[in-house]
């Protein structure tokens, strides 16, 4: 009898210890469905995409950083910052009314068709809801629900996930990873709304670690995007 009664306080003190730390804060699942259905509901969105680590090329140039304006549901005004040996310079990409329009430097603004169009992605269709970020959010695999932090004043959900080469190659066609990509995502606890993720993995050239932070904001904040004038 006394050694069962002994065996009382560590059964306890271990259900305490089971109750109290070891679980997470939040469930990632749950968060990472929220924050799809949020984000399939943009009409207008900003976004900054910063290369962190790797090479990844664009048309014969190598990528530092895309910042663009997107209007759902097919249009975007992207500029590219690309480097050229050592040369680095702006590149425009504006997607409006189904036409494509490239401005490099010291050139006029020209519409672009065929293969020359089809080679930049049209941001919008990242935040399509069927097919683009929104869709592909909550199929990731391993989610984990890392911690509630603070970005930018605002409460937020630290949550990881895997996709596969596939899904991240659907949202981007440059991201072509040859494994499984590593994703962070930090989802607004208020409004479940990303502004911030970071994808890691070998899509960089030739098949290369690389890895992209990606800035999302101006959640349906007012946008211009038009067509050029005849005179640009």
């Known amino acids: 009898m006394r050694g069962n009664l002994a ?9 305490i210890v089971a109750c109290s730390g070891s679980q997470p804060a939040g469930d ?7 924050s799809a259905n949020a984000m399939a509901q943009l009409q207008t969105v900003s976004a900054t995409l910063k290369l962190t680590k790797g090479t990844i090329s664009i048309q ?7 910042k663009t304006a997107v209007r759902m549901p097919n249009d975007s005004d992207t500029t590219y910052t690309v480097k050229q040996q050592d040369v680095s310079f702006k590149l425009q990409i504006l997607i409006v009314g189904g036409h494509v329009y490239e401005h490099i430097p010291f050139t006029p603004m020209r519409e672009i068709t065929g293969p020359e169009a089809e080679a930049f992605p049209n941001m919008a269709k990242l935040f399509d809801p069927t097919t683009g970020f929104p869709a592909v959010i909550p199929a990731g695999t391993a989610k984990k629900y890392v911690a509630s932090e603070q970005l930018d004043g605002v409460t937020v959900d630290h949550v990881s996930t895997l996709y596969t080469p596939e899904q991240v190659r659907g949202l981007l066609a440059a991201l072509n990873s040859s494994g499984p990509v ?8 208020s409004d479940h709304l990303i502004p911030k993720a970071v994808l890691a993995g070998a899509f960089g050239d030739a098949g ?3 890895a992209i932070e990606v800035d999302i904001s101006s959640f349906n904040a007012a946008v211009s995007i038009a067509s050029p004038s005849p005179s640009q």
């Open 182 to 189: 590593a994703a962070d995502l930090w989802v607004r606890s």
């Open 60 to 66: 014969g140039f190598t990528l530092v950083s895309a």
């Open 208 to 210: 290369a670690q690389a």
């Open 7 to 15: 065996v009382v306080p560590a059964l306890a003190l271990m259900a």
């Open 28 to 34: 990632a699942n749950k968060i990472l469905r929220e």
